[in-house]
């Protein structure tokens, strides 16, 4: 067995293991979005699209763009752990394999883990030079590059994202989260060429600059000291699942404005139910570190019910960046906020009494209110 086979085994086993992971969420999306799962595979098709097209209105493709970039970024965090083989690291770097190889074989699993989201604007790419190679070099060097920019500058950056999230361990939070939300009210006065570079620019900036570091001081003390130390020791886990919220708003938010105005509320409700999804699993983190500490925890004078409802407090409080951004969104009426209360209450109650099935309490909610309307 080769050394690229035996890390690609590696790569298969871990993949294996996280999709066992999701399988129950997974068969929860089949079971209430049926026609969901199909049209996520047609997502990256409409994405080319957009971004390949010169001529697309700008909002249009600056929110297209941060999109995928989201996607692929955490697609490959997910894979991170497969692709450098965490749980066979040291057996991995015992092996009698030159260090350029190891890199070329980690670039190829890589480009193997992103698959059609880079391979597929690439091809894009090479078809439109194929098919335009007998009228391209007729035309004047700028149309061309203003032809070629979006499609260009997709490539460039996916392919940066798919190596950054494996390769580079801090978030890229000025280039993925600051920069885009603040330039997209004024996005409609640059070219996409200007976007792109503007891009390019945070990326260089936040590779020189470090994500600074606060200090906890005195407060908070007891149980939620230990949680934010937790977090903060461990905050990928945090990041990526604000991450997912953006990703879901800016998707159901370009379908919020491309839809009928009497079709938005739907699309509202189902961001509501997404998003409370995403932001109430953070409790399966919170209940995590006291089933780590299980010894410590039962050795206070702590009833079980007081721990459980500090661990809601807590998580409660991480929800405040996403609700924040999704009040800037501005697509929530009173309405969907009251559906994403409760929808992040039933989610939290499913994490609590059955987590391995607790896709089922917002899923039941969501059918219940879902006939009362009707």
Not at 260 to 268: D, F, I, L
Not at 271 to 281: D, E, P, T
């Amino acid at each position: 067995m080769s050394y690229w086979q035996f890390r690609l085994r590696l790569y298969n086993e871990s993949l294996k293991q996280w999709l066992e992971s999701v399988k129950q969420i997974s068969y929860g999306l089949v079971a209430l979005f049926p026609l969901a799962v199909p049209a996520l595979i047609f997502l990256p098709f409409v994405a080319w699209g957009i971004l390949a097209d010169p001529a697309s209105e700008q909002t249009r493709y600056v929110n297209t763009l941060w999109g995928y970039l989201l996607f692929v970024y955490a697609w490959m965090h997910l894979q991170h752990h497969g692709i450098v083989a965490t749980q066979h690291h040291y057996y991995v770097a015992s092996l009698p394999t030159t260090d350029s190889k190891k890199q070329w074989v980690e670039l190829g699993l890589i480009v193997y883990g992103a698959n059609i989201l880079l391979l597929g604007p690439l091809y894009l790419l090479l078809s439109m030079l194929y098919q335009q190679a007998n009228t391209l070099w007729q035309l004047p060097l700028a149309f061309v590059v203003e032809q070629l920019t979006p499609i260009l500058g997709l490539i460039a950056l996916v392919s940066y994202y798919c190596v950054a999230a494996v390769r580079v361990s801090t978030l890229p939070w000025l280039s993925l989260l600051l920069m885009p939300l603040f330039v997209l009210p004024w996005v409609t006065e640059l070219a996409k060429g200007q976007c792109l570079v503007l891009w390019c620019a945070a990326i260089l900036v936040e590779r020189q600059l470090s994500l600074p570091r606060f200090k906890l001081g005195s407060w908070p003390t007891g149980f939620y000291r230990l949680q934010l130390q937790a977090d903060i020791y461990s905050p990928r886990s945090e990041s990526l699942r604000f991450v997912g919220v953006l990703l879901v708003s800016i998707l159901l938010g370009l379908m919020f404005h491309g839809v009928k105005p009497e079709a938005q509320s739907y699309v509202a409700g189902f961001l509501s139910f997404c998003a409370a999804l995403i932001m109430a699993s953070s409790l399966f983190d919170a209940l995590s570190l006291i089933e780590r500490y299980q010894g410590y925890f039962n050795s206070l004078p702590v009833s079980t019910v007081k721990r459980l409802s500090q661990c809601v407090c807590y998580v409660l409080c991480k929800a405040i960046p996403g609700l924040l951004l999704l009040a800037y969104i501005g697509v929530f009426t009173a309405m969907h906020w009251g559906l994403w209360l409760v929808f992040y209450v039933t989610s939290l109650m499913g994490i609590m009494h059955r987590p391995k099935w607790f896709f089922i309490w917002p899923v039941v909610s969501a059918i219940v209110l879902f006939l009362l309307v009707a």
